[in-house]
């Protein structure tokens, strides 16, 4: 039996107040419940997406057209979760995705994720705009599975530094995000008038970087306002195309993965390039409104690059049903996002190992129920959908 199915007996037997810490097991109403004790604006943040909000709900729409098909008398006893990404073995095919600024929900931020993930051996992608260091992070995750996330800047010399500290610091994986050179429109955060960044939170990485230093005169120094200026100038790179992608492989020598693809083309133009693996995302549709649910587009991308690399997937995932949808459309692996930062909020580190807890037993149990033993018997034959 897996340890998930030890977590879920652990609930029955022992009930939910001695083993957690009184939180929703059901992600949406824990969701719920951080709408009400986060401070607005913090909520606001995690919470918002692009525009009219219409591509975070064609996100959970297409998750919706999809219905699992359950098959009988398949003896479900025993239960494998494990998977094979990028040459590391994960104790489940879930990653905590990079979602930055995380100190706005809870002052410990990505050291206590970085804590909730190594105890459980689930990856932990870190945000280059993350409220602590890529040294801090690693220091708080000891031997815990960490990835970096790249923002690519304007000034390649950041870039290259920081692709050279997460190796120093153990960081296996390179994640580089392709859908944000500039933040999307969002209208919640400009009517609050609450952006992170503003207040200096998600530039740590930036402010202790000897090669962003160098572009300020050496030190940010009390007033920190020419720092931010400077860092909002060089975060994003708009002029970045397919003919830079040398840069990366120069600069790193692990598995290479690109995040926010959206269209076969460019997952075929990524495979060529010779990356390792992509992220099927629209950034969980906080930056185009309007855009195709997430889940969507998954099926074609599989089809179009599936076997020659790695197709993981994130934007919507809410459950262990929603795993084993993403998973039987053919993702190697799921990245959550907002959920965590949610446990986060709502209960620091064991509230991200909840949440970690209640998606993986609930997987589970949904493959368990639906017939099936490991990850990789999952084939779209168990969905019935659009
Ligand atoms: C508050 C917040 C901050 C985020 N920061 C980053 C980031 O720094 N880098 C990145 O690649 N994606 C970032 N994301 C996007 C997530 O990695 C992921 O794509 C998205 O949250 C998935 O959608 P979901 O939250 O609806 O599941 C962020 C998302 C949120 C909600
Ligand atoms: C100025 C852009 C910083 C973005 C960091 C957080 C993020 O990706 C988000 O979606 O919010």
Known sequence: MSSFAD??????????????????????????????????????????????????????????????????????????????VLGASLP?????????VLSIVHPDGELAVARAASALNVPMVLSSAASYTIEEVAEAGGEGPRWFQLYWPKDPEIAASFLGRAKAAGYTALVVTLDTPMLGWRPHDLDQAYLPFLRGIGVANYFSDPAFLKGIGGSVGADRSTALLHWAAIFGNPA????DLGFLREHWDGPIVLKGIQHTDDAR????????????????????????????????????????????????????????????????AVLVGRPYAYGLGLAGEAGVRHVLRCLMAELDLTMALSGITRPADLTPEFLRGP
């Open 240 to 243: 970045v195309t397919w003919d």
């Open 269 to 332: 133009r990524a495979v060529d390039a010779g990356i390792d693996g992509v992220i099927v995302s629209n950034h969980g549709g906080r930056q185009v409104d309007g855009a195709v649910g997430a889940l969507d587009m998954l099926p074609e991308v599989v089809a179009a690059v599936g076997e020659r690399t790695t197709v993981l997937f994130d934007s919507g995932i809410r459950s262990g049903a929603d795993v084993v949808k993403a998973l039987a459309l053919g993702a190697r």
């Open 7 to 84: 977590f879920q007996n652990e609930i029955y037997l022992n009930g939910l107040g001695d083993v957690l810490p009184g939180l929703p097991t059901d992600l949406t109403r824990l969701e719920r419940l951080a709408r009400k004790r986060l401070s607005p604006g913090a909520h606001g943040y995690v919470a918002g997406s692009a525009g009219t909000g219409a591509t975070a709900r064609a996100n959970r729409e297409a998750f919706d057209r999809w219905r699992i098909v359950p098959r009988m008398l398949r003896d479900v006893t025993v239960r494998d979760l494990s998977v094979e």
């Open 92 to 100: 489940a095919p879930v990653l905590l995705g990079p979602v930055g």
